[in-house]
C-alpha cells in the first residue's frame, strides 16, 4: 500500500479528535435529558440544525472535489477547535459557582458546530482515503477506518461514562460490569469536556501539517462555479440510476442510527430502562465492539461475496434487533442488540462505501456522497420529528421509536431487492 505514512497519519489525528469528539456528542444530549431536564429543546435544535446541513452538506461535497483535501481538514480543525475552546474558555471564567451552568445556546452551538463539521470531515476522510489509496486496497482502508473510528468510540464512551457521572465510591459501573478503583474522580463539567474537545483539534492540525503524499486517483478537477460543479454531481447520479439508488437506500440505516444515538437512546435509558448515564454510555461501549469486529470480519466474509446483496442481509439482521428493543428491556438484550447495531452498521458502511469507491470516480465522490447525504438529512428531519412528537416524550412511549426503525429498515430491504432483481433482470 502506497503512501503508508499519510494515512498512518491520517488515522492517528482522527484517532484523537474522534475520542474528544465522541465524549461531547455523549455529554451534549445527556446534558439536556438529565442535567437540565430539557430534552425538548435539544430535540428541536438537532432537527433545524439537520435541516441546515442539508444544504451545507451539499456546498461541503463541491469544497472536497475542489480544493486540496488536507487542507480542508486543517482549516476545518482550525474553525472548530477555536469557537470551542472560546467557548470552554467563557464556561471557565464563570464556575466558580458551583450552581453554575453553561449557558444551553453555547452547549448547542458546540452541537451545532461538532454536527457540520462531521458532514465535512467524513466525505473529506472517505475521499482523501481513495484518492492516495490503489483500488485493490479500498476494503481494507474502508475496515482501517471503520476499526480506528470504532476504538476511540468505544473508549470515548468508557471515559464518557466516568467524565459524565464521577465516581464517589470504589466500584463503577461500565458495560455491565463492576469495576474497582482505588482512587475517586469528579464529575466533569460541560466546559472541561469542551476544552478537551478543543485541544485535541489543535493536535490534528499539528499532524496533517506533516503529512506528505502522492495522489493516485484523483481525476480532473472541475474548476467551475459552485452551481455547475452541483450539476455535475447530478448529471453523473442521474445517469447511474442504480449507483444512485443503492447509494441512498444503503445509507437509511445511518440516518436512524444519528437520530437513535442523539434523540431515542438517552430519554429510553431514563425512561424505559430506568436506568444512568453508565448504561448509556455502555451502550456506546457495546455499539463500538460490535463496529471493530466488524471491521475485522466483515470485508473478510463478505468480499467474496455480492456486496449488494450483504448490505440487504446486514440490515434485515438490525432490524430484528431493533424489533426486540422496542418491546423489551432486559439489560442484557439491550447491550446485545447495542453490538448487533454496531456489527451491522459498521459492516453496511464498509461495504457500501466501498462498492461506491469502485463505481463512482474520486473526482465526482465527494459531491455524489453530498447527494445522498442531503437525501440523508431529509430522512433524518422526519424522524426527528416524528420523535418529538409528545406522545414519544411520555411514560415509557420512547421505545416505539425502534419499533418505527425495525419498519423502516425492513421496507429498506425490500426496496434495495426490488432494485437489485430488476437490474439483473435488466441485464
Given at each position: 500500500?502506497?503512501n503508508?505514512?499519510?494515512?498512518?497519519?491520517?488515522?492517528?489525528?482522527?484517532?484523537?479528535?474522534?475520542?474528544?469528539?465522541?465524549?461531547?456528542?455523549?455529554?451534549?444530549?445527556w446534558?439536556?435529558?438529565?442535567?437540565?431536564d430539557?430534552?425538548?429543546?435539544f430535540a428541536?435544535?438537532?432537527?433545524?440544525?439537520?435541516?441546515?446541513?442539508?444544504?451545507?452538506g451539499?456546498?461541503?461535497?463541491?469544497?472536497?472535489?475542489?480544493?486540496?483535501?488536507?487542507?480542508?481538514?486543517?482549516?476545518?480543525?482550525?474553525?472548530?477547535?477555536?469557537?470551542?475552546?472560546?467557548?470552554?474558555?467563557?464556561?471557565f471564567l464563570?464556575?466558580?459557582?458551583?450552581?453554575?451552568?453553561?449557558?444551553?445556546?453555547?452547549?448547542?452551538?458546540v452541537?451545532?458546530?461538532?454536527?457540520?463539521?462531521?458532514?465535512?470531515?467524513?466525505?473529506?476522510?472517505?475521499?482523501?482515503?481513495?484518492?492516495?489509496?490503489?483500488k485493490?486496497?479500498?476494503?481494507?482502508?474502508?475496515?482501517?477506518?471503520?476499526?480506528?473510528?470504532?476504538?476511540?468510540?468505544?473508549?470515548?464512551g468508557?471515559?464518557?461514562?466516568?467524565?459524565?457521572?464521577?465516581?464517589?465510591?470504589?466500584?463503577?459501573?461500565?458495560?455491565?460490569?463492576n469495576?474497582t478503583?482505588?482512587?475517586?474522580?469528579?464529575?466533569?463539567?460541560?466546559?472541561?469536556?469542551?476544552?478537551?474537545?478543543?485541544?485535541?483539534?489543535?493536535?490534528?492540525?499539528?499532524?496533517?501539517?506533516?503529512?506528505?503524499?502522492?495522489?493516485?486517483?484523483?481525476?480532473?478537477?472541475?474548476?467551475?462555479?459552485?452551481?455547475?460543479?452541483?450539476?455535475?454531481g447530478?448529471?453523473?447520479?442521474?445517469?447511474?440510476?442504480?449507483?444512485?439508488?443503492?447509494?441512498?437506500?444503503?445509507?437509511?440505516?445511518?440516518?436512524?442510527?444519528?437520530v437513535?444515538?442523539?434523540?431515542?437512546?438517552?430519554?429510553?435509558?431514563?425512561?424505559?430502562?430506568?436506568?444512568?448515564a453508565d448504561?448509556?454510555?455502555?451502550?456506546?461501549?457495546?455499539?463500538?465492539?460490535?463496529?471493530?469486529?466488524?471491521?475485522?470480519?466483515?470485508?473478510?466474509?463478505?468480499s467474496?461475496?455480492?456486496?449488494?446483496?450483504?448490505?440487504?442481509?446486514?440490515?434485515?439482521?438490525?432490524s430484528?434487533?431493533?424489533?426486540?428493543?422496542?418491546?423489551?428491556?432486559?439489560?442484557?438484550?439491550f447491550?446485545?442488540?447495542?453490538?448487533?447495531?454496531?456489527?451491522t452498521?459498521?459492516?453496511?458502511?464498509?461495504?457500501?462505501?466501498?462498492?461506491?469507491?469502485?463505481?463512482?470516480?474520486n473526482?465526482?465522490?465527494?459531491?455524489?456522497?453530498?447527494?445522498f447525504?442531503?437525501?440523508?438529512?431529509?430522512?433524518?428531519?422526519?424522524?426527528?420529528?416524528?420523535f418529538?412528537?409528545?406522545?414519544?416524550?411520555?411514560?415509557?412511549?420512547?421505545?416505539?421509536?425502534?419499533?418505527?426503525?425495525?419498519?423502516?429498515v425492513?421496507?429498506?430491504?425490500?426496496?434495495?431487492?426490488?432494485?437489485?432483481?430488476k437490474?439483473?433482470?435488466?441485464?
Open positions: 500500500m502506497k503508508k505514512q499519510a494515512i498512518t497519519l491520517l488515522f492517528i489525528s482522527n484517532i484523537i479528535s474522534g475520542f474528544a469528539q465522541g465524549i461531547s456528542m455523549m455529554a451534549i444530549p446534558y439536556f435529558v438529565d442535567i437540565i430539557k430534552p425538548e429543546i428541536f435544535f438537532y432537527l433545524f440544525v439537520t435541516f441546515l446541513t442539508l444544504f451545507w451539499l456546498y461541503a461535497g463541491t469544497i472536497v472535489d475542489r480544493y486540496s483535501r488536507k487542507k480542508v481538514f486543517i482549516y476545518t480543525n482550525l474553525i472548530c477547535g477555536s469557537v470551542i475552546g472560546l467557548i470552554s474558555y467563557y464556561g464563570n464556575d466558580s459557582n458551583p450552581e453554575y451552568l453553561l449557558p444551553e445556546y453555547l452547549v448547542l452551538l452541537f451545532g458546530l461538532t454536527i457540520f463539521n462531521y458532514n465535512i470531515h467524513y466525505p473529506n476522510l472517505y475521499a482523501f482515503g481513495q484518492e492516495i489509496t490503489e485493490r486496497n479500498y476494503g481494507k482502508l474502508n475496515s482501517y477506518i471503520e476499526i480506528q473510528g470504532q476504538v476511540t468510540s468505544m473508549f470515548a468508557a471515559f464518557a461514562a466516568v467524565l459524565l457521572t464521577g465516581i464517589t465510591t470504589s466500584s463503577f459501573t461500565l458495560a455491565g460490569f469495576i478503583f482505588p482512587f475517586t474522580i469528579e464529575a466533569w463539567s460541560i466546559q472541561k469536556v469542551f476544552m478537551m474537545d478543543a485541544i485535541t483539534y489543535f493536535v490534528g492540525i499539528t499532524l496533517f501539517l506533516f503529512i506528505k503524499y502522492t495522489p493516485i486517483d484523483k481525476g480532473e478537477v472541475h474548476l467551475g462555479s459552485l452551481l455547475s460543479r452541483l450539476k455535475g447530478f448529471k453523473y447520479l442521474r445517469s447511474n440510476p442504480n449507483i444512485f439508488a443503492f447509494g441512498t437506500l444503503s445509507y437509511i440505516l445511518f440516518a436512524f442510527t444519528l437513535e444515538v442523539h434523540v431515542l437512546l438517552p430519554s429510553y435509558v431514563e425512561k424505559f430502562m430506568n436506568s444512568s448504561v448509556y454510555a455502555s451502550a456506546e461501549v457495546y455499539y463500538s465492539i460490535g463496529a471493530i469486529l466488524s471491521g475485522f470480519l466483515v470485508y473478510r466474509i463478505f467474496k461475496y455480492n456486496e449488494y446483496l450483504s448490505v440487504v442481509l446486514l440490515m434485515f439482521v438490525v430484528v434487533a431493533f424489533l426486540g428493543m422496542s418491546f423489551s428491556n432486559n439489560l442484557f438484550l447491550f446485545a442488540a447495542n453490538l448487533i447495531l454496531g456489527v452498521n459498521a459492516g453496511v458502511r464498509i461495504l457500501r462505501t466501498t462498492y461506491l469507491f469502485s463505481h463512482v470516480p473526482n465526482l465522490i465527494g459531491r455524489a456522497n453530498s447527494v447525504g442531503s437525501i440523508n438529512v431529509v430522512i433524518r428531519m422526519i424522524l426527528i420529528s416524528i418529538s412528537i409528545p406522545f414519544f416524550l411520555e411514560d415509557d412511549n420512547i421505545r416505539w421509536g425502534y419499533f418505527v426503525g425495525s419498519v423502516l425492513l421496507l429498506t430491504v425490500i426496496t434495495l431487492l426490488y432494485y437489485y432483481f437490474e439483473k433482470k435488466s441485464n
